[in-house]
């Protein structure tokens, strides 16, 4: 699928809408698009990994997390948009750093060896901040306006989005859904297994960065468990599996969804809602694995059928 005439149909008037919505909605709805937003960018950014190659992650705090750990240490000697960069350029050598080894290792072991990063990050960071700074947590003066975060959110998402579909589209992103059929058949075929793994895995991670830069000014306090909490990889995991993990569109419909029905009734309710994301996360993936848009999908076919 490319950006035809159809897709652009749709997608300019929302473009346009977000562009201009902070210049006349203030508040709540900003908060909650500025959410979405984040959640967006982490599910499209960890489908370039995971959904292409089948290599399940779930480190992806531990990029988002050195990421926004960067404001503590250059804000505000830095301007906000050269800061956003080196808190994504910062995940991404990190990532090609440990990616050598790391994705040597395929299957449930490199699924546990991801959360496990993200872990020993926060231990170390804890250590760091205990030890060397005398304190744990840093306080961001002088933050940008919510309006700023929104807008630098909202480009991030768009580059990711862009990013991915480009990816989907050439060669790399051929060779990189060949790893998730058959990784031996398509080292046999010539394809250079090893540098398709780190390059997505570098390019995730970089964006996870981004996000982490953002949402640290965002929240004013960064503190070891805020950054690394690890409930953020799982959450980033279901999102991209509950939309759709091989197209940009079903990470953003699955963070949509969830980040939704977590503002009605994650506070309120939250033991209803882990019931209720349970079991809709159960019968999905009887009735539907690829997704939302792929339930969505047989739906209109059967229609269309009907008729």
């Known amino acids: 699928m490319t950006f ?7 997608i300019l008037p929302i ?7 902070p210049l006349y909605a203030m508040g709540y709805p900003i908060s909650l698009l500025t959410s979405i937003l984040m959640y967006a960018t982490l599910a499209v950014a960890w489908m370039i990994l995971s959904g292409y190659t089948g290599y399940i992650s779930l480190g992806s705090v531990a990029f988002f997390g050195l990421g926004a750990y960067m404001p503590t240490l250059l804000w505000p000697i830095l301007p906000f948009p050269a800061l956003i960069i080196v808190g994504g350029l910062t995940a991404g050598v990190f990532a090609f750093i440990v990616g050598v080894p790391c994705l040597r290792i395929r299957g449930p072991y490199f699924v546990i060896l991801t959360f496990g990063l993200s872990q020993l990050l926060l231990q170390i960071f804890t250590l760091y901040e205990a030890n060397v700074k005398g304190r744990i947590g840093t306080v961001l003066l002088n933050t940008p306006s919510s309006e700023v975060i929104y807008y630098a959110l909202l480009v991030v998402c768009l580059v990711a989005i862009v ?5 989907k589209n050439s060669k790399f992103g051929l060779g990189l859904f060949s790893l998730r059929g058959d990784e031996e058949a398509a080292e046999a075929l010539g394809v250079n297994t090893t540098k398709y793994k780190l390059l997505a895995f570098v390019i995730s991670s970089a964006l996870m960065g981004f996000v982490g830069t953002i949402m640290a000014l965002r929240w004013t306090y960064i503190d070891p468990p805020i950054a690394f909490n690890y409930l953020l990889s799982f959450q980033v995991c279901i999102m991209s599996i509950l939309g759709g993990w091989q197209n940009f569109r079903g990470p953003i419909l699955g963070a949509t969804v969830l980040t939704l029905i977590s503002e009605a009734f994650g506070v309120e309710f939250p033991y209803h809602f882990m019931i209720i994301l349970g079991v809709t996360l159960i019968l999905l993936m009887k009735f539907s694995p690829n997704g939302l848009l792929d339930a969505i999908g047989k739906i209109r076919l059967s229609r269309r059928q009907t008729l």
Request: charged share 10%; glycine share 0%; hydrophobic share 65%.
């Open 4 to 10: 035809n005439r159809r897709m652009l149909t749709i």
């Open 15 to 21: 473009l346009v809408v977000m562009f201009t919505l």
């Open 163 to 167: 990013t991915a579909q480009a990816i």
